[in-house]
């Protein structure tokens, strides 16, 4: 089976994890090879949290610089900031509503301007799809399922291995019963405005 | 039912590589374990959180000890007793407990033993990235490594197994990316493990007097050819391909050649010898491997442990083919490796023509802002550094500091730590400091580190009558690694029954320390008080600074205070964000805001505003 190789950054506390879980279900459910590692050292104290799940017949987990076919941000800077992970035929798709990292918050940095992101992101890989993954999860009924939108759209691609229906029953099966129904509505709002 | 203690053999799961190993132990029979917490063999949803979840409903005795070599003593008095036992650190655990493990080595035990250590190449959250196979060359124990997850699961049961066939500990050397890799599982039946031991009394074998080492050491040396006999006919020690180029790699380093052969179609010119059982070397074995290579490449993380051995074996061999791992245009010391440089360095060795993937022109990408990690709004630790700050105003300082959190506090504005080597060497080196230097000492430990080894290097200063001000910072968990608990913990506040407390202040008041203070950190004007007096006194005080840690209250739901806003009576002076630097500020168009969702309300700001002008959210 070929290999797809997918990247997902995000600062900590965005659900990063918890989408890589639920791909890694739905692959291991549809009979897809998988495997996933992931990097969340200090997470909780505001760090970055990178993914890499690689689908298909390959015994690495991990995915090189300029390796990724998929690049899927949480948060536009730190697409950009993930932009050595891809190359001119990497599908990107990230999310435009900014969390600033508190060095911009007191001053120490500029954060860059999110139409600028996206031009040097559309114009550097294969394509780019942004949305506010934000505002639709607030749309959806649960802020926090940004994570839900986002996977959405990434399903829309059409380039992983893995069937809407069978994330759809992922996140049934492991997100809280609670969020179950906000869930699933954020990721086919992400599915139908990628789509 | 705990995922992992599950009576399912042939359920298929995805499991982090932790996890893993922790179920595996369980299959194995384990009855018995203790750690001391270090990313990235502890944090939660790993290896030492799932033991304490699962002691709470079977029959697994599981302790968090207070330092590795306590962790390893606890380890071989159950392991002698005939208990499987598992004994998991981090790889700087391993030097702490370094001075257990050369002398059980002897020992040897008569339940299995498995000492975990989980390297992190890279550093991702350590101070150094110390290679422990070495470990088992200086103790002359045997190591596996696993390369997969799944195989990380099947190897614990051989590495019991191989520990009670030579009666000795057996170290399982993982690396920071195999313990964070998530990789389809199998269930494989759980063997019902031996819970109570019987010691059989034998002081001439067990005993480490010179007569008795002079045997046992001979006994050790006899052990090793064994081993290197079971290290040649190990299935974890394996050839697959005869062509003429020969790859060796261990851990996950064999993934990589794995997709590398793949990649660059050159499956029928390799032959690949997987070493997963590392110590000791299997000789005839690579022998075998060597016999018909044109040229051999090593692809092993850290140093150049197996090249050295391979080097070794084929010179008393006679043999004259190149075998090259770590030089200058191929494999390096430092760091991770990963797919593409594997592939690449292959490729270069030899001759395959290849077309590096096309990277992207980044050359005028602006600038993106950093997102260090920080310590958290609330952190008391903040509080804390401040106080000092103030309290020290003007006078030349030393501040050594330690291993937790409150290592993020070396960063500007609170710029508190000067020096640090390892766990409790904050107390050690702030004796050093100031009988070297002039500088006025002030360090800082942490509660579990304080009890990890701080209290030798206190004793010591009070003993040699030293000068300095050690602040303990007490947030009564083990914040950094995930919150695990230590002495100084209630965990009857946390339901958990059974245990006894130790209390911080009643240790330092018992080694004698002449200047004791306790303050409460979010009262800032008493504390800078406090701490002046701690400061002012010569030889050696104590400020033990007690305040819950802000993110465990959070997760307890504790938290009680309300957010704070900045009112209209601002002046702009921006002490706050410029000395405090608390992650809850922002600034919008040039004026200091607060963030409510991330404010705890600790009110430490509002105390050192000029103008008294943070003042509480009403109504919240």
Same mark, same amino acid.
């Given at each position: ?103 911009? #918050?007191?001053? /120490? ?10 031009? *040097? $992101?559309?114009?550097? &890989? @294969? ?7 934000? #505002?639709?999860? /607030? ?10 939108? *986002? $996977?959405?759209?990434? &399903? @829309? ?28 509505? @954020? ?9 | ?620």
């Amino acid at each position: 089976m070929d290999v797809t190789r997918l990247i997902i950054v995000a600062v900590g506390g965005q659900g990063n994890l918890l989408a890589s879980k639920v791909l890694g279900e739905a692959s291991l459910c549809s009979g897809i090879p998988v495997r996933m590692s992931e990097i969340h050292g200090m997470a909780q104290r505001g760090g970055v949290v990178e993914s890499a799940l690689v689908f298909g017949d390959a015994e690495s987990t991990i995915i090189s610089d300029g390796e990724a076919d998929i690049l899927l941000g949480f948060e536009p800077a730190e697409t950009l900031r993930a932009l050595k992970r891809c190359n001119p035929k990497t599908v990107v798709i990230t999310n435009t509503a900014p969390l600033p990292p508190f060095t911009v #918050a007191i001053g /120490k940095g500029i954060y860059p301007e999110i139409e600028t992101i996206c031009k *040097l $992101l559309r114009e550097r &890989t @294969a394509s780019l799809i942004d949305i506010d993954a934000a #505002a639709l999860a /607030k749309e959806a009924g649960n802020v926090l399922a940004v994570n839900m939108v *986002l $996977l959405g759209a990434l &399903t @829309a691609t059409g380039i992983l291995p893995v069937t809407p229906e069978s994330i759809e029953s992922a996140i049934e099966k492991i997100t809280r019963s609670a969020f179950i129904e906000t869930n699933i509505k @954020a990721f086919e709002m992400g599915r139908k405005v990628a789509g | 039912m705990h995922k992992l203690l599950m009576d399912s053999p042939g359920e298929k799961m995805l499991l982090l590589g932790n996890e893993a190993i922790a179920r595996g132990a369980i299959e194995a029979g384990m009855a018995f374990a203790t750690t001391y917490p270090g990313t990235p063999s502890s944090a939660s949803s790993e290896i030492s959180a799932n033991f304490f979840t699962m002691a709470s409903e079977s029959p697994l005795y599981f302790e968090y000890s207070t330092n590795e070599k306590v962790a390893l003593e606890v380890a071989a008095a159950a392991a002698n007793s005939g208990l499987r036992t598992m004994c998991v650190m981090k790889h700087v655990g391993v030097n702490v407990a370094a001075d257990a493990l050369m002398t059980l080595a002897y020992v040897g035990v008569t339940g299995g033993l498995v000492i975990l250590t989980a390297d992190d190449p890279y550093m991702f959250s350590s101070q150094n990235e110390q290679d422990n196979r070495y470990y088992g060359k200086l103790s002359g124990l045997p190591i596996v490594e696993p390369v997969f997850v799944d195989e990380a699961r099947q190897m614990m049961g051989y590495a019991f197994d191989l520990s009670e066939k030579l009666g000795e500990p057996v170290l399982f050397r993982t690396t920071t990316r195999l313990n964070h890799s998530t990789g389809p599982v199998t269930f494989g039946a759980i063997r019902k493990p031996v819970t109570k031991g019987e010691f059989k009394k034998d002081p001439f074998s067990k005993v480490t007097v010179p007569a008795v080492s002079r045997k046992l050491h001979v006994r050790l040396v006899e052990n090793i050819e064994r081993a290197e006999r079971l290290s040649c006919e190990s299935p974890y020690n394996t050839i697959t391909g005869d062509g003429p180029w020969g790859i060796v790699a261990n851990g996950v380093s064999v993934n990589y050649v794995a997709d590398a052969v793949s990649d660059l179609s050159i499956t029928d010119r390799v032959r690949v010898l997987r070493v997963g059982f590392s110590h000791p070397m299997p000789e005839s074995l690579i022998l075998k491997f060597l016999d018909g290579c044109e040229k051999v490449l090593i692809v092993e993380e850290g140093e150049p442990f197996m090249e050295e051995a391979i080097r070794a074996i084929a010179q008393s061999a006679g043999i004259t083919v190149s075998i090259q791992g770590k030089a200058k245009n191929l494999f390096s010391r430092l760091f991770e490796y990963d797919p593409g440089l594997v592939r690449a360095k292959i490729a270069a060795y030899f001759c395959v023509p290849y077309d590096a993937p096309v990277k992207i022109d980044l050359s005028d990408i602006p600038q993106i802002p950093q997102r260090p990690p920080n310590l958290c709004a609330g952190c008391s630790h903040r509080a804390v550094f401040y106080e000092v700050n103030q309290a020290t105003a003007g006078m030349e300082t030393i501040k050594p500091t330690d291993i937790g959190c409150y290592t993020l506090g070396f960063l500007p504005p609170l710029s508190s730590g000067d020096f640090l080597i390892c766990m409790g060497s904050s107390v050690g080196t702030s004796s050093g400091f100031s009988q070297a230097c002039d500088q006025k000492v002030i360090s800082f430990i942490g509660d579990s580190t304080f009890f990890h080894s701080g209290i030798p290097g206190l004793i010591n200063a009070v003993f040699n009558n030293h000068d300095f001000t050690l602040v303990i910072l007490d947030n009564q968990t083990t914040a950094m690694t995930g919150h695990q608990p230590h002495p100084g913990v209630d965990m009857m506040a946390m339901n958990h029954e059974g245990y006894g407390r130790v209390s911080i202040e009643s240790v330092v008041r018992g080694i004698g320390v002449p200047h004791v203070s306790v303050i409460k950190p979010y009262n800032v004007k008493k504390s800078i008080a406090a701490i002046r007096e701690a400061v002012a006194h010569k030889g050696v005080s104590v400020v033990i600074a007690r305040q819950e840690c802000v993110l465990l209250a959070k997760s307890l739901k504790k938290l009680k205070g309300k957010p704070f806003y900045v009112s209209d009576k601002c002046k702009n002076h921006k002490n706050c964000i410029n000395d405090l630097a608390c992650p809850a500020f922002y600034l919008d168009g040039g004026r200091v805001k607060i963030d409510p969702n991330q404010c705890t309300g600790c009110s430490v700001c509002t105390q050192i505003c000029p103008e008294h002008a943070i003042l509480p959210v009403k109504g919240k």
